[in-house]
């Protein structure tokens, strides 16, 4: 862009660990060119005068959209875990350990 | 491809009520059709055919006792694999999601529903209907009815391919970018993209929150009227749906005529590299046929074109990057990782790695990249402004006139493979991609063909909130164009 960070270059191994997606090296090879090549085309954005102009986030805004307070019926929880990997008894989803020596949950 | 064997939606509704044909026959023809010929096409993903024909014996059931839900009981639909239909596999076409089934109805499904339709099957996409031709698919190919050689587009190239092919009456599709023009154009089909807001989310997979809106893929603008008038209208479950009063687009319909219309043609649009002479002259031979009705032609300037491409692959991935956050392998969706992952962190990673197909891990890595840390200003708030700027382009336009006129695409359906880079694939949505970024509504209605039979769209945009002229002046073109 115009002005700012350096943006000729995107380094995919930093970027995939925030998107906590594990990539090979092959992929990330792949990737920084590729982007490499769709960053140096968006860069002609920084040809645009965009002094004074607000950001849209959404083409027809709404603000304060409120529903009425009202009980609805909602997805019953056996439905929603019929999706789940691994589940366990009592209607909990099963996951590494998170916390040191709590092993055999 | 021959006359097709299935009627209009309009016909279906006439000859179910004159008794004519029932539930029971729609229903048969489109699965003996889908037999036919989807192993060559590949629109589908999954069919139920037990559970069709029941539904379709309960329909007719409910016409012979005179308690049938409305006009449409009994007809089936395709739904695009990104929308929830209780009970079915819900995919987007993507590893991650290979056996979920959902556990709702999304809101349109539910609409649909409550008046008696029937819900054939799901139609392949590219993967989180990331991609415009089918290519990017992870479960399966799909051909073009016209040639199958050739793409369908995308991304709700099955539900287009389904409708062309015969393999179903209408379809559902979406379209963040140009999702639903962008097929019906390749496959000669009419498809619909509403103003941002008209139609309910609610059960949608977010790719792009602020762009993505559900539509109609048909054969005709008068079908396309009909589910428009179902499916849109304010839902409580999505605030962003907006509280406009909807419905009416297919009673305007019989009043149709474009005498005074004012119809733009975008100077920039027609500039465009590679725009395929035969693309050219449909759409300008359409606008002649138009002004021979009546209507005035305009020439309109939108000299934002240019940026509108850049400015979606960041907001577009922007938004990706954080709804894609959510397939993690903990609660739904592919976890890949048993005995593997020595941690939560790890089987986060491997699940996605394992999961996403190559163009999804590739949005998701532009999107996070944009959002991140010294680069949000320049690419993400940049890309915002430049919004701002598309939108003002497409309402100092509507000043000069009523509706707009373009191509859908600059080239007609390509053969599989040949676009082969990223970034040439994002460039064949040049001409869809503002209109998502501008929230206003378009279709594209099929203005001839190639030399060699390909179809060819005509895109049609009005401001936001009026599909009924869009609908209006789409209806009357297709009336003076007569068949292809």
């Given at each position: 862009m115009?002005?700012?960070p350096?943006?000729?270059?995107?380094d995919?191994?930093?970027?995939?660990?925030?998107?906590r997606?594990?990539?090979?090296?092959?992929?990330i090879?792949?990737?920084?060119?590729?982007?490499?090549?769709v960053?140096?085309y968006?860069?002609?954005?920084?040809?645009?005068?965009?002094?004074?102009?607000?950001?849209?986030a959404h083409?027809?805004?709404?603000?304060?959209?409120?529903r009425?307070?009202?009980?609805?019926?909602?997805?019953?929880?056996?439905?929603?875990l019929?999706?789940?990997?691994a589940?366990?008894?009592?209607?909990?989803?099963?996951?590494?350990?998170?916390?040191?020596?709590?092993?055999?949950? | 491809?021959?006359?097709?064997?299935?009627?209009?939606?309009?016909?279906?509704v006439?000859?179910?009520r004159d008794?004519?044909?029932?539930s029971?026959?729609?229903?048969?023809?489109?699965l003996?059709?889908?037999?036919?010929?989807?192993?060559?096409?590949?629109?589908?993903?999954?069919?139920?055919r037990?559970?069709?024909?029941?539904?379709?014996?309960?329909a007719?059931?409910?016409?012979?006792?005179?308690?049938?839900?409305?006009?449409?009981?009994?007809?089936?639909?395709?739904?695009?694999?990104?929308m929830a239909?209780?009970?079915?596999?819900l995919?987007?076409a993507s590893r991650?999601?290979?056996?979920?089934?959902?556990?709702?109805?999304a809101?349109?499904i539910?609409?649909?529903?409550?008046?008696?339709?029937?819900?054939l099957?799901?139609?392949?996409?590219?993967?989180f209907?990331m991609?415009?031709?089918?290519?990017?698919?992870?479960?399966?190919?799909?051909s073009?009815?016209?040639?199958?050689?050739?793409?369908?587009?995308?991304?709700?190239?099955?539900?287009?391919?389904a409708?062309?092919?015969?393999?179903?009456?209408?379809?559902?599709?979406?379209?963040?970018?140009g999702?639903?023009?962008?097929?019906?154009?390749?496959?000669?089909?009419?498809?619909?993209?509403?103003?941002y807001?008209?139609?309910s989310?609610?059960g949608l997979?977010?790719?792009?929150?602020?762009?993505?809106?559900?539509?109609?893929?048909?054969r005709?603008?008068?079908?396309?009227?009909?589910?428009?008038?179902?499916?849109?209208?304010?839902?409580?479950?999505?605030?962003?749906?907006?509280?406009?009063?909807?419905?009416?687009?297919?009673?305007?319909?019989?009043?149709?005529?474009v005498?005074g219309?004012?119809?733009?043609?975008?100077r920039?649009?027609?500039?465009?590299?590679?725009?395929d002479p035969?693309?050219?002259e449909?759409?300008?031979?359409?606008?002649r046929?138009l002004?021979?009705?009546?209507?005035?032609?305009?020439?309109?300037?939108?000299?934002?074109?240019?940026?509108?491409?850049?400015?979606y692959?960041?907001?577009?991935?922007?938004?990706a990057s954080?709804?894609?956050?959510?397939?993690?392998?903990?609660?739904?969706g592919?976890?890949?990782?048993?005995?593997e992952?020595?941690?939560?962190?790890?089987q986060y990673?491997?699940?996605?790695?394992?999961?996403?197909?190559?163009e999804?891990?590739?949005?998701?890595?532009?999107?996070?990249?944009?959002l991140?840390?010294?680069?949000?200003?320049a690419y993400?708030?940049?890309?915002?402004?430049?919004?701002?700027?598309?939108?003002?382009?497409?309402?100092?336009?509507?000043?000069?006139?009523?509706?707009?006129?373009s191509?859908?695409?600059?080239?007609?359906?390509?053969k599989?493979?040949?676009?082969?880079t990223?970034?040439?694939?994002?460039l064949?949505?040049?001409?869809?991609?503002s209109?998502n970024?501008?929230?206003?509504c378009?279709?594209?209605?099929?203005?001839?063909?190639?030399?060699s039979?390909?179809?060819?769209?005509?895109?049609?945009?009005?401001?936001?909130?009026?599909?009924k002229?869009?609908?209006?002046?789409?209806?009357?073109?297709?009336?003076?164009?007569?068949?292809?």
């Amino acid at each position: 862009m115009g002005k700012g960070p350096d943006t000729s270059h995107i380094d995919v191994r930093y970027v995939a660990d925030l998107a906590r997606l594990e990539l090979s090296d092959d992929e990330i090879k792949r990737y920084e060119e590729q982007l490499g090549d769709v960053l140096h085309y968006v860069d002609q954005l920084g040809e645009v005068d965009v002094s004074g102009v607000d950001p849209t986030a959404h083409a027809m805004p709404l603000t304060n959209v409120m529903r009425d307070d009202r009980e609805s019926p909602g997805i019953q929880r056996d439905d929603v875990l019929s999706n789940a990997p691994a589940s366990l008894e009592g209607g909990l989803i099963r996951v590494p350990a998170v916390i040191d020596g709590e092993e055999g949950a | 491809m021959g006359a097709l064997p299935l009627p209009t939606l309009d016909q279906a509704v006439s000859a179910l009520r004159d008794g004519a044909t029932s539930s029971r026959e729609l229903c048969e023809s489109v699965l003996g059709r889908i037999d036919t010929v989807d192993s060559r096409i590949g629109a589908y993903l999954y069919v139920d055919r037990e559970e069709v024909l029941a539904d379709a014996a309960a329909a007719d059931r409910r016409r012979a006792d005179g308690s049938q839900l409305g006009p449409f009981d009994g007809i089936p639909i395709a739904v695009k694999d990104n929308m929830a239909v209780r009970g079915q596999p819900l995919t987007c076409a993507s590893r991650i999601l290979k056996d979920f089934v959902s556990p709702y109805d999304a809101t349109v499904i539910e609409r649909l529903r409550s008046q008696g339709f029937i819900f054939l099957g799901r139609t392949n996409m590219d993967e989180f209907a990331m991609g415009s031709s089918n290519e990017n698919s992870g479960l399966q190919a799909t051909s073009n009815p016209h040639d199958s050689s050739r793409v369908p587009g995308g991304s709700s190239g099955g539900s287009a391919a389904a409708v062309a092919g015969g393999e179903a009456i209408v379809a559902l599709g979406s379209d963040t970018g140009g999702s639903i023009r962008l097929p019906a154009s390749f496959c000669g089909v009419v498809g619909v993209k509403p103003t941002y807001g008209r139609v309910s989310r609610y059960g949608l997979v977010a790719f792009a929150s602020s762009l993505d809106q559900i539509g109609p893929l048909t054969r005709t603008v008068r079908d396309s009227a009909l589910m428009l008038d179902i499916i849109s209208g304010r839902d409580p479950r999505d605030s962003t749906s907006l509280p406009e009063p909807a419905g009416g687009c297919a009673s305007c319909l019989s009043a149709a005529s474009v005498n005074g219309m004012r119809c733009g043609m975008p100077r920039e649009y027609f500039e465009v590299e590679g725009l395929d002479p035969s693309v050219r002259e449909c759409v300008e031979n359409a606008a002649r046929q138009l002004e021979a009705e009546g209507a005035e032609i305009v020439e309109v300037s939108l000299p934002m074109l240019k940026y509108a491409i850049a400015a979606y692959y960041i907001i577009a991935t922007a938004e990706a990057s954080a709804n894609l956050a959510r397939f993690d392998g903990v609660r739904y969706g592919l976890r890949d990782s048993e005995g593997e992952a020595e941690s939560l962190l790890a089987q986060y990673r491997l699940s996605r790695a394992r999961g996403f197909g190559d163009e999804v891990k590739r949005r998701i890595i532009l999107g996070t990249y944009v959002l991140s840390s010294g680069y949000y200003d320049a690419y993400y708030l940049r890309a915002q402004k430049v919004r701002t700027l598309i939108r003002k382009d497409f309402e100092h336009a509507f000043t000069e006139c009523d509706v707009i006129l373009s191509p859908v695409s600059p080239e007609p359906a390509y053969k599989k493979g040949e676009l082969a880079t990223p970034l040439r694939m994002y460039l064949a949505d040049i001409y869809t991609i503002s209109v998502n970024l501008a929230g206003i509504c378009g279709l594209s209605v099929p203005c001839g063909a190639t030399e060699s039979g390909l179809p060819i769209g005509l895109q049609m945009l009005a401001p936001a909130l009026h599909e009924k002229r869009l609908l209006q002046a789409a209806a009357t073109y297709e009336a003076i164009r007569g068949d292809l």
